[in-house]
């Protein structure tokens, strides 16, 4: 696993659960559900202690407080500002992404299944996932103008290589004793592909996805700046420019829960498709 | 007719080096043969050639008359286990049984899981299990879909000695029931060898040929009567014990020097 241990406090309590999680349980100390709230809300509340101490020390119009900013995006909630650009931005995202993800697992899967596409085509994808995709942006924008499609396809773009990349490595990872086995039982390539190899990538499969929505927002506000101008990326612009640095920062906050929400719900997924490793 | 599987003159090279060379040898349905032979005289490629998974460069293989083919006829044990660790105990022995209905794999993935003690286990991972339990696991997977022959390749080397014990003598009453299939078993222990075959077949170091073939005179069934106590075991011991090292001692790849130099 590339980031993180799967087995986490969640074990604890379980009978027969394996070293890692024993070790982590004992090295958590405060390692148990609310123990873990609390020390991040701590955490939260030290943020916006020196936040508000920044915000107090800067020159005005430069930076705004922890409290003008949700006053900030209380208002642009109200006043209808917000929920279309926040709805806008996400369309961009979730599409972009979710084409990337469907798009690189299969593509990624086929490479390491097939030694033949892997070799024809490796290079072309290293070297698409080394070149910065804004440099593609005015080409897209000659071949699909300002709109959704361009927008989506820069999202797809960044997302994309990551999944691709990842799912490859997963595939081509797979236990050759355990294919074997299925083999000796009659399977065929299906049958392993289904029960063996694909079960066994998911770790990465997870690992590329969440790099993926990771550059995939990032490109969403960046489609949006430099396509036609709108959603979340859109506002960023518009206060930025004019310094109304609470509503520009209410906006930022908002990008910030998107991906922390995106990182749980992976988070989740993880642990539901990989729960075997808990030995439970 | 009773089920049959047979090499004759059967040769295996790997990039030109050979692994194996005429090897002739039959086992029937009902019958224990284990394989003894120094580490990498190709024991496990022997069983790989039974199983179907690979062809022969010479002679022939034949499972009642036909090459054998994977997942018909044969089924292996292998040392690592190889559970899918996705998959709980269960669902790894329904993975042996593609293709039957519902209620059908049910009831079999059962009747197995009760034949080496695993019922209760039956919705856990393998993660959760002991090795000699993820081994008991590996045994049934391989014999729910009836095969005429397990093929096991060190099967219990990985375990420690009691657990080893327990599942020598299981594996005795699981084959030696009625209608029960035929085993090739490989080992490099003489012991092993001695508890379990009906025969025994001595390979040498690569390419392994077979340089002796003796035939186990213990009363069956051994799982009730400890075989150690046999005035004749230690005497077949000692003998298979000299087979063996003078296998690896005239092997020129080998290690180890003669005594006397």
Same mark, same amino acid.
């Not at chain 1, 696993?1 to 309590?13: I, L, S, Y």
């Not at chain 1, 390491?112 to 033949?116: A, L, N, V």
């Not at chain 2, 075989?227 to 075991?233: C, K, Q, S, T, V």
């Given at each position: /696993?590339?980031?993180?241990?799967?087995?986490?406090?969640?074990?604890?309590?379980?009978p027969?659960?394996?070293?890692?999680?024993?070790?982590?349980?004992?090295?958590?100390?405060?390692?148990?559900?609310?123990?873990?709230?609390?020390?991040?809300?701590?955490?939260?509340?030290?943020?916006?202690?020196?936040?508000?101490?920044?915000?107090?020390?800067?020159p005005?119009?430069?930076?705004?407080?922890?409290?003008?900013?949700?006053?900030?995006?209380?208002?642009?909630?109200?006043?209808?500002?917000?929920?279309?650009?926040?709805?806008?931005?996400?369309?961009?995202?979730?599409?972009?992404t979710?084409?990337?993800?469907?798009?690189?697992?299969?593509?990624?899967?086929?490479m390491?299944?097939?030694?033949?596409l892997?070799?024809?085509?490796?290079?072309?994808?290293?070297?698409?996932?080394?070149?910065?995709?804004?440099?593609?942006?005015?080409?897209?924008?000659?071949?699909?103008?300002?709109?959704?499609?361009?927008?989506?396809?820069?999202?797809?773009?960044?997302?994309? /290589?990551?999944?691709?990349?990842?799912?490859?490595?997963?595939?081509?990872?797979?236990?050759?004793?355990l294919?074997? /086995?299925?083999?000796?039982?009659?399977?065929g390539?299906?049958?392993?592909?289904?029960?063996?190899?694909?079960?066994?990538?998911?770790?990465?499969?997870?690992?590329?996805?969440?790099?993926?929505?990771?550059?995939?927002?990032?490109?969403?506000?960046?489609?949006?700046?430099?396509?036609?101008?709108?959603?979340?990326?859109?506002?960023?612009?518009?206060?930025?420019?004019?310094?109304?640095?609470?509503?520009?920062?209410?906006?930022?906050?908002?990008?910030?829960?998107?991906?922390?929400?995106?990182?749980?719900?992976?988070?989740?997924?993880?642990?539901?498709?990989?729960?075997?490793?808990?030995?439970? | 007719?009773?089920?049959?599987?047979?090499?004759?003159?059967?040769?295996?090279a790997?990039?030109?080096?050979?692994?194996?060379?005429g090897?002739?040898?039959?086992?029937?349905?009902?019958?224990?043969?284990?394989?003894l032979?120094?580490?990498?005289?190709?024991?496990?490629?022997?069983?790989?050639l039974?199983?179907?998974l690979?062809?022969?460069?010479?002679?022939?293989?034949?499972?009642?008359?036909?090459?054998?083919?994977?997942?018909?006829?044969?089924?292996?044990v292998?040392?690592?286990?190889?559970?899918?660790?996705?998959k709980?105990?269960?669902?790894?022995?329904?993975?042996?049984?593609?293709?039957?209905?519902?209620?059908?794999?049910?009831?079999?993935?059962?009747?197995?899981?009760?034949?080496v003690?695993?019922?209760?286990?039956?919705?856990?991972?393998?993660?959760?299990?002991?090795?000699?339990?993820?081994?008991?696991?590996?045994?049934?997977r391989?014999?729910?879909?009836?095969?005429?022959?397990?093929?096991?390749?060190?099967?219990?080397?990985?375990?420690?000695?009691?657990?080893?014990?327990?599942?020598?003598?299981?594996?005795l009453?699981?084959?030696g029931?009625?209608?029960?299939?035929?085993?090739?078993?490989?080992?490099?222990?003489?012991?092993?060898?001695?508890?379990?075959?009906?025969?025994?077949?001595?390979?040498?170091?690569?390419?392994?040929?077979?340089?002796?073939?003796?035939?186990?005179?213990?009363?069956?069934?051994?799982?009730?009567?400890?075989?150690?106590?046999?005035?004749?075991?230690?005497?077949?011991?000692?003998?298979?014990?000299?087979?063996?090292?003078?296998?690896?001692?005239?092997?020129?790849?080998?290690?180890?020097?003669?005594?006397?130099?």
């Open positions: /696993m590339q980031d993180r241990p799967v087995a986490t406090a969640h074990t604890a309590g379980r027969a659960a394996p070293a890692s999680a024993a070790l982590n349980r004992r090295a958590g100390g405060l390692g148990d559900g609310l123990g873990t709230a609390l020390l991040r809300l701590g955490f939260l509340g030290l943020i916006l202690i020196v936040w508000t101490a920044l915000a107090r020390a800067a005005p119009g430069l930076f705004a407080s922890p409290l003008a900013v949700a006053r900030a995006g209380w208002m642009m909630a109200a006043e209808g500002r917000l929920a279309p650009a926040l709805a806008a931005s996400l369309t961009v995202y979730l599409a972009g979710g084409i990337a993800v469907v798009v690189g697992c299969a593509l990624g899967a086929a390491g299944m097939s030694r033949t892997a070799r024809t085509i490796d290079i072309y994808v290293l070297a698409l996932a080394a070149t910065p995709r804004v440099a593609f942006i005015p080409l897209i924008i000659v071949a699909l103008g300002l709109g959704l499609q361009a927008k989506v396809l820069i999202v797809f773009l960044g997302a994309v /290589m990551p999944v691709i990349l990842n799912a490859y490595a997963g595939v081509r990872a797979a236990d050759a004793e294919v074997e /086995m299925a083999i000796a039982t009659g399977a390539r299906g049958r392993v592909l289904a029960h063996v190899v694909l079960p066994g990538a998911v770790p990465y499969f997870i690992a590329g996805i969440r790099i993926g929505a990771t550059i995939g927002l990032i490109n969403t506000i960046v489609a949006e700046l430099y396509t036609a101008i709108s959603g979340l990326g859109g506002l960023l612009a518009l206060y930025g420019s004019r310094f109304r640095m609470a509503e520009y920062l209410a906006v930022v906050v908002v990008l910030a829960l998107i991906g922390a929400g995106v990182t749980e719900a992976l988070r989740l997924v993880e642990k539901r498709l990989l729960r075997w490793r808990e030995a439970g | 007719m009773t089920a049959r599987l047979t090499l004759a003159g059967v040769s295996l790997f990039a030109g080096a050979p692994v194996v060379q090897i002739d040898l039959s086992v029937a349905r009902g019958e224990v043969l284990v394989i032979g120094p580490s990498g005289c190709g024991k496990t490629s022997l069983l790989r039974m199983a179907g690979i062809r022969p460069d010479a002679g022939q293989v034949t499972l009642s008359g036909a090459p054998p083919r994977p997942g018909e006829g044969a089924a292996m292998f040392q690592s286990y190889r559970l899918l660790p996705w709980t105990v269960a669902q790894n022995v329904a993975f042996a049984l593609p293709g039957r209905p519902a209620a059908e794999r049910e009831a079999r993935v059962a009747e197995v899981l009760r034949l003690g695993l019922a209760r286990v039956a919705g856990s991972f393998p993660a959760a299990l002991s090795g000699g339990m993820k081994q008991r696991v590996a045994l049934a391989a014999l729910a879909p009836r095969p005429d022959f397990l093929l096991m390749d060190e099967p219990f080397a990985a375990l420690d000695a009691q657990a080893r014990e327990l599942m020598q003598a299981e594996l009453r699981l084959v029931a009625t209608g029960g299939p035929g085993v090739v078993f490989v080992t490099h222990s003489v012991d092993e060898a001695l508890v379990l075959g009906d025969r025994v077949v001595v390979l040498s170091p690569r390419p392994g040929r077979i340089v002796a073939r003796i035939d186990v005179p213990f009363p069956v069934p051994r799982w009730q009567a400890d075989p150690h106590d046999h005035p004749a075991y230690a005497e077949l011991r000692h003998r298979l014990w000299q087979l063996l090292r003078d296998a690896v001692l005239k092997d020129p790849a080998s290690d180890f020097h003669r005594p006397e130099g």
